[in-house]
Every structure is written in C-alpha cells, then in structure tokens.
C-alpha cells in the first residue's frame, strides 16, 4: 500500500497547478494520469502555442448555473500572478487579439513549466495508471493500476467530456455522483454549429469562407471571425456563441457589421445605378457571399430600378441574417465541456465537497466555463491553486 497526503487525478493544468500548491505547503502529493505523458491539452491548445491566459478575466465571462461561484479563486490567483510565473520560467510570449495570451515558441513550455515545478516540490507522478475504485473511510482508498493507494484529501482535476480522442471520460462527473453530489446538465461548448441536410446544400458554395461577423443569441452578442464549413458554421463567434445557444434556437448573424449597407446601396444608385445589386454588393462583401445573399433576395433589374423597400430587405438579410442550427459537431472538436458538478455543493474558497471532508473538485469537471480565449486556463490555474492551499 501507498501512502499520500494528496492524490490528484488528472494531469492537466489544473491538477498540476493543484500537485504544485499542495507540495509546496509540504504535502505528499500524488498526481496520477491515465495518459502516457503529462499535459495533453495543454500540448495540443491555441494551435500548438498555447492561450494560456487572457488579459480581461471579469466574471462575466464565465457561465455556470451558480455564476458568483468563481470570483473567490479567479481574484485569489488572477491572470497576473500567472503571467508572473511564465516570465520567470523565461517564457516568451505574444497577445493575439482582445486580451488572448500565446507562447511564442510552444505549448511544450507551459508543459516543461510545470513539469519543473513540480518537480521541485516533490511531486510524485504516475502516468498510463488507472483507477478502478475510490472509497472513504478515514480518508481515501484508491484502488489503481500500480496498487492500493492511501490518502487524507483526494482531487478530482479529470476534465470534462470534450476531444474524446485525448483521452477525455466523464469519468470525474460519475466519481461526484458516486459521492451523491449532484451534477448540472453537460454539453458541448465552444464548438462548431451544424446545419440540417435540407440547409446544406445551398451553403455548400460558401464553403471556406470567412468573415468578420457579429453573432446574437438573445441578449448575447460576439463580434470576431466566422467561416462557413462543409457541416455548417465555426470560427471564434460561432464556438463562443455555442456556449449560449441551445437547439431550436435560431440566432442572428450580422455579416457586414462595420458599415450599414442599406446607405451603401442608397448612394450607390446615384453613381452605378446601371450595375447588378450584385455587382455592387461584391464590392464591401465576398463575392460568393453577394452571390449567395441575392439568390436568396432575386431583384428584377439593375440597382437604379430598386425601391428603397428592395435595398432595406438585401441590407437586413445580410445585417439580421436568421438560422437556426441543426445542432453542434459534439464533443469530437468541442474545446470545453459545458455544465458539472453542482457548484453549490463546493466551498468557493477551497473548491472542497461541502458534505465531504478532504474531496476536491477543480478545473473543467466543475459547472464553470469560459469564454474562448484563454478564460478556461485561467480557470483550471485558479482553481487548482485554490484547492492547492486546502487539500
């Protein structure tokens, strides 16, 4: 048998940030990953370089059914207290757009990051180990791959369901259950919309496209990128839009936000009023986007002969551009899991089950998710450093 203060499961940056606190205040910590190597979102995020924190953290840009919940460890250990960290690791680093953190070189040295500190604190880790059973008595009883471990506080730093070819379980969420805490309803987030087979074939030629576009669902708006795909919509607007959209829902798209085009169109009856509607449109849009717009508006004439009333309905086609998604792409490219464990069972401060001294849950397993971004990463360090004083 093995004897631990702390046994963290999951691997990731909020188990590690987690492993690194604990072994820091002089813990025994264990931190055990089914996986053949440490960090394997972290390796594959932001393109390879990691957005590992945003500049803007507000909580706002968190959801969860409890949406306080995440103040406590977001203003214990902010954005800043882990940038400090990277700089003194000699990381470089660059911002992308609106507030979003990248490494310059690779994921690889967050990774190397916190390889190095935990190793310094004295971590132990165990990765390609499984565990079968957990049980609490006085403290906790695993039963792994490499034998019966003993432990005083026992973390659950799992993830969520999302890019399941990783790896990726509900194993945590069942763990919680098993503790009769409750779980909130889980879904794909950040993740690309599909269309139905009926809508398909009238986007296949937009297929590729991208555009600066603002996405409304309710009272919720996103302005960034949009591209058209062979199953429907992604780009940054459509995953962060995702999070908020739910199905039969439909949501509003502004294609050409950074002017209004019914004035567009009404100066240039002036001056092309001999020109196509179409022709003119391509001049502020795609043209296969304008192609698009106006088999779905057909106009008899040329723009001199259309009433003001033709103009204002091709303007709020593309400025309030309505569908309605069929659904997401799932969990296979879905960046974050949506939902889990009921917040309200948690300690804000410690992240430690209420009814069950000396458990943990951190990071994606718990009903708190960000915005695209870096939001996410800054919720499994926070998270796991707050439970990395406690457990």
Known sequence: MFNFDVVILGAGAAGMMCAIEAARRGRRVLLIDHAKTIGQKI???????????????????????NPKFALS??????QWDFIDRVVKHGIAYHEKTLGQLFCDKSAKDIIAMLAQDMQNAGVTVWTECGISDVRKDTGFRLVTSRGIVQSGSFVVASGGKSIPKMGATGFGLTLAQQFDLSVTRTRPAL???TFGTGDLPQMAALAGLSVDAVISHQKTAFQEGMLFTHRGLSGPSILQISSYWREGDPLSINLHPSGNLFDFLLAQKQVHGKQAVQTVLARVLPKKLSEYVMRDCPLQGNLADQSNRN??????????????PGGSEGYRTAEVMLGGVDTHALNAKTLEARAIPGLFFVGEVVD????????NFQWAWSSGWAAGQAA
Not at 73 to 78: E, I, K, Q, V, W
Not at 318 to 324: G, L, P, S
Request: charged share 15%; glycine share 12%; net charge positive.
């Open 311 to 324: 103009l204002q309905a091709v303007a709020d086609r593309i400025h309030r551009w309505q569908v309605v």
């Open 73 to 78: 460890a977001l203003s214990r250990f902010t």
């Open 43 to 65: 390796r594959i995020s932001g393109g390879g370089r990691c957005n590992f924190t945003n500049l803007y953290i507000e909580p706002k840009c968190f959801l969860s059914e």
């Open 368 to 375: 708190v998710t960000g915005w695209l971004g870096g939001y």
């Open 191 to 193: 993740v690309p919309l």
